[in-house]
């Protein structure tokens, strides 16, 4: 059964410190997000990318966030300069029709 | 704006009984589809099951069903025959908007712990 991979499956890095969360999503999906879930809170909404364009973004994804998709099968989000407050878990979506459907997730850790 | 409230942010349930997780909505918008989505210790999003706005029956996925109702607002998921491995984190979350891209908005969760 086809699926949304991510990795790595847990980064630390250092405040400051740029970082890559890779996802690929599942391959014949057009629409792609990235969420982001702080220990213990709610899934937040971050970003939606369709047709190689952010479609929508939330008020979290400010100038130090950014998304691409490289090639034909990866999708990026990377955070620039890394803040205590970006430690959280980052899930990857996507969508072909009604549901999304979501990736493992990456465990940041920002020290 | 969409709003989604679950209300119990802990259950409990015995091994082998069903279990009702509430989740009620607010949207302004006639078309949308309401998802349930399981969250393990490990951490990773499981999606369980989805209700278009236009659905005229409950869908049903093995032991998940979704008790939609429209004029009410509300789309409780309903475990039946609970497992041991049921207890998670459980999040019921909303769509909305026609075609395109859109904005899933999600509950704060319910956390299922099932006893033996």
């Known amino acids: 059964e086809p699926e949304v991979t991510q990795t790595p499956s847990h980064q630390v890095t250092q405040m400051g410190q740029e970082v890559i969360l890779r996802c690929v999503p599942i391959?014949?999906?057009?629409?792609f997000y990235w969420y982001r879930q702080i220990l213990g809170q709610k899934v937040e909404f971050l970003v939606s990318?369709?047709?190689?364009?952010?479609?929508?973004k939330s008020e979290i994804f400010d100038d130090q966030f950014s998304v691409e998709r490289p090639d034909g099968s990866n999708f990026t989000l990377k955070i620039r300069s890394t803040k205590l407050e970006d430690s959280a878990m980052y899930f990857c979506?996507?969508?072909?029709?009604?549901?999304?459907?979501f990736g493992p997730g990456t465990r940041l850790t920002v020290l | 704006a969409q709003k989604i409230t679950q209300t119990q942010p802990g259950m409990f349930v015995q091994e082998k009984e069903a279990v009702t997780l509430d989740c009620t909505y607010d949207t302004s918008d006639p078309s949308y589809g309401l998802f349930w989505y399981k969250q393990p210790s490990s951490g990773e999003m499981i999606f369980l099951i989805y209700?278009?706005?236009?659905?005229?029956q409950n869908a049903t996925e093995g032991r998940y069903s979704l008790n939609f109702q429209k004029a009410r607002k509300s789309a409780n998921l309903v475990i039946s025959a609970s497992q041991l491995g049921d207890s998670a984190m459980y999040f019921c979350?909303?769509?909305?908007?026609?075609?395109?891209?859109?904005?899933?908005?999600f509950g704060r969760g319910t956390s299922l712990i099932v006893h033996p």
């Open positions: 979350a909303m769509s909305g908007g026609m075609g395109g891209s859109y904005i899933p908005t």
């Open positions: 391959s014949n999906h057009l629409y």
């Open positions: 209700q278009g706005s236009y659905d005229q």
């Open positions: 979506a996507s969508r072909g029709g009604g549901e999304q459907f």
């Open positions: 990318f369709y047709n190689n364009e952010i479609s929508e």
